[in-house]
């Protein structure tokens, strides 16, 4: 099995700046691609960025020069840095991996727990 823990969340004044970690752990054979989705009060869970083999990324149109997600494969761990916060970032952040695991080989989508991200004055 793999295992997702956040962490970094926190609260933020607008226009500041945090940085989500996201470490894979277990009987890890192979991650495939590691994302961040975030979901706010009353909101729908969305994709926020991600990145495939440790190169090809995603972001969403709101985020787009301002978030950067990126990985270190030797550590299992992706990371999300987030500059120019607005209080529409306010979100619960989850960690998202597609990754097979020893003995199945298999990929399966795994999630995070979340970590709460608050942007405030």
């Known amino acids: 099995q793999v295992q997702l823990v956040e962490s970094g969340g926190g609260l933020v004044q607008p226009g500041g700046s945090l940085r989500l970690s996201c470490a894979a752990s277990g009987s890890i054979f192979s991650i495939r691609s590691m994302g961040w989705y975030r979901q706010a009060p009353g909101k729908q869970r969305e994709l926020v960025a991600d990145?495939?083999?440790?190169?090809?990324?995603k972001y969403t149109d709101s985020v787009k020069g301002r978030f950067t997600i990126s990985s270190d494969n030797a550590k299992n761990t992706a990371y999300l840095q987030m500059n120019s916060l607005k209080p529409d970032d306010t979100a619960v952040y989850y960690c998202?991996?597609?990754?097979?695991?020893?003995?199945?080989?298999?990929?399966?989508?795994?999630w995070g727990q979340g970590t709460l991200v608050t942007v405030s004055s």
């Open positions: 990145i495939t083999a440790g190169v090809s990324t």
């Open positions: 998202n991996a597609v990754a097979s695991a020893i003995p199945n080989y298999r990929f399966l989508e795994v």
